[in-house]
């Protein structure tokens, strides 16, 4: 079996105010078969995560408008499982603590190497692999539970598929 039938397609959110940075960073990841959507602030990553699903967000700790903490705690609060890489070039250990707090998966101080870059971000996607089809496992188990019918538990496992973003 070849390298790139082994390669799953991640879905990236790219949030940066630098706009070369978002161009060289979307240009490699398309490069290499992902699903790319850049957004120049936190509030068009946020309206973005409202339209699709993303299975990491890279997203700049310092921007004009909403931060990087910010809009990692709104992503969040759309989609639970997105897996969110925080950048910056203002490294400290209070942004580092602050990120911490919303759950980063990991933090990476700029200017950033992109081997490295791709290497955490399939972490994170494989993170949110698991803890994506732990909890529709438990739905499933919960539904099976109560009991439905065939008929109930397809529509149910079909608007499952949807909330989860398998589809």
């Given at each position: 079996m070849n390298e790139q039938s082994t390669v799953r397609v991640i879905r990236v959110l790219l949030v940066d105010d630098e706009a070369t940075l978002l161009e060289y960073l979307?240009?490699?990841l398309l490069r290499q078969g992902h699903t790319v959507k850049a957004t120049f602030s936190g509030e068009d990553a946020v309206e973005a995560a409202k339209?699709?699903?993303f299975d990491v967000a890279v997203v700049d700790l310092k921007m004009p408008g909403i931060d990087g903490v910010e809009t990692q705690k709104r992503l969040r609060e759309i989609q639970p499982f997105l897996q969110c890489i925080i950048l910056t070039g203002h490294g400290s250990i209070e942004s580092a603590l602050e990120s911490g707090h919303e759950d980063a998966f990991q933090?990476?101080?700029k200017p950033v190497d992109y081997d490295n870059l791709v290497a955490v971000i399939k972490e994170a996607y494989?993170?949110?692999m698991k803890?994506?089809?732990a909890k529709f496992q438990e739905q499933l188990e919960e539904l099976h539970h109560h009991g439905m019918g065939a008929r109930g538990m397809k529509n149910a496992?079909?608007?499952l598929r949807k909330i989860y973003g398998f589809e």
């Open positions: 979307s240009k490699r339209q699709e699903h933090y990476l101080l494989e993170k949110k803890l994506q089809e496992i079909a608007e």
